[in-house]
């Protein structure tokens, strides 16, 4: 065995360990990786469950009765409305 | 001595070992060695897929991953169907072991008797039963919390549909397993529905994934969809029309807004309706989507289309004058009739006073072919391409086997049938200077389909005074009047088809029209059937629905009024029903 040979093996050695390491580091990673896909898929659900919350609580009918019933609230009739046009108007005009 | 004792001439030391000790020595290490070596042949090598069976089974697994399905959103992105998971309690009845007290705390969390859940872990030779599936994610916590031995959640998906009976039968409704059922869900199956995916991992001892080995299938969620629906005139439609259907005591109505340049369907709607959240009793007829699947005579709304064919011939002019036999007129056996009697009427004033006579005769004047042919152009006997499942193409003979009385008669809409939805769209073609817009059920975003020319600009548009005169105090729906908008439309009131004959007093009454005249912005048609709490005429029942529905939309559109605006005095307190809303 020479000293050439040793050098060899102090290198086979080390790179053994470096796969070692690095198959735990990716290990860590995934795991990482992992973790934040399903806060991901969580927070989809979330959001999903979110919209569904707001679209109940914003239902036209439980808007107009709450307007209506509990806030006394009514719409103009064509009578009381003023009709302003400021000249941007996107409608044609006829 | 120590001399000695290393003195190789000792006799005692002077044994000669035999040969065969040392051999047998070797030979029983060397075979020792073999059995190893054969040993991790058969392992390695032939025994080698078993045992990586089973090394795989200790830590690989497949997991499913799962695919949502797509959201359906109106045009102005408000969720109408939404997918979201939530949780199944199931037990073992076999191994749940719980006490009165824990059994007590978990009836009061699922809000159900603690007989009826005694009762479902009483069979104690099952092994799965629901306790109760489809938990909403706070009670799933609770459950989740109260750590009983032998239950467990179960994860499933279930979708919601916030405006509930509003838009019930235009998005239709998914099985359990999340398969599309009925309208939309059941068209755009493909497009919403997700594909669940696959991979293998290896997991740890504690169930947590540390490799990810394969993909075997990527999971693809489903599409969103984007509908043409505007949801505040959907609510707004759903809302006038069940009180109208209410209110005449009707067996069903109809009501489809259409946008009169592009021919989106801005709502659409029926009564009876049913919950999509909660199917539990609904009946077939309540599911029934009127406006798309339903075949009806349409009575006057026709004649609009017999004008303006016979306005193309060049015989006609809007000031040509029709004699009406005093509503009265004899075609080979039969008598058709006006509900009110005329004289010499103008043919604007065959549409404003809804004469039979007078669309019959116009009709006769005209070819059978040519008559047809304008009236398959317009949409009239094919299914519009909208996608939902079912839709009716209506019934429309073919010209070669017309004889005259069914020629007249078709010209007031009698002896044809069509859906509200084909007829909304037909009205396209007085929105657009002739050109029939096809439906649709999605956002457009570009220019569009161009559409197919039916009528000349001419004609068609000679259409749209007529139709505002049947608006007038003269014509037969004063009703449908806007204030601060023109209004062109046209009443239908026809007896319903009954044993190879008509029924006597039964009715559907219709209206269909269009505003602001100057520039249509909104095509809306409603259809009542069979209102029997008195008024059966379509000016009666069906035009004030079209009132409401369109003065509010055209509000919440922005859309500029074409008329003054009557401003009475205002009172200083207002009280009452309010008529806009």
Redesign the interface.
Known sequence: MSRGHLFLLLLVVLSALGVVTSQHR??KA??AL?QAQARQRQL??EW??L??EQ??WA???RV?KIA?AQLQM????????R?V?TGK?????? | MSRIAIRPTSHLLEIYLQQWRGRLVLGLMLSGFLVLAGRAVYLQGLHHDFLQRKGDALASRVVELPAHRGMIADRNGEPLAISTPVESLWANPSSVDTSAGQLKQLASVLQMPVSELQAKLADKDREFVYLKRRLPPDQAEAVAKLGIDGMSLQREYRRYYPAGEVAAHLLGFTSVDDNGQEGMELAYQNWLAGVPGSRRVLKDRKGNVFEDVEGILSPKPGHDLTLSIDMRLQYLAYRELNAAVQENKAKAGAIVVLDAKTGEILALANVPSFNPNNREGVKPWQMRNHAVTDEYEPGSTMKPFTIAAAMDTGKYRPDTLIDTENGSFQIGPKRIHDAHPHGMLTVSQVIQKSSNVGASKIALSMAPEYMWTALHNAGFGTVPQVGFPGAASGSLRPYQHWRPIEQATMSYGNGISVSLLQLARAYTIFTNHGVLKPVTMLKQTGPGDPGVRVFSAKSADALIPMLESVISPEGTAPQAALDGYRVAGKTGTAHKPDRGGYSADRYIASFIGFAPASNPRLIIAVMIDEPSAGQYYGGTVSAPVFRKVMQSALRQLDVAPDKPITHQPVPTTVVGEDEST
Request: aromatic share 6%.
């Open positions: 990716a290990r995934f795991v992992e989809e659900v999903g469950q919209q569904l679209s109940t239902m036209h009918a107009e209506t009514q719409l103009p009739d064509a009578a009381h409305t009709v046009f108007s996107v409608e044609a005009q006829p």
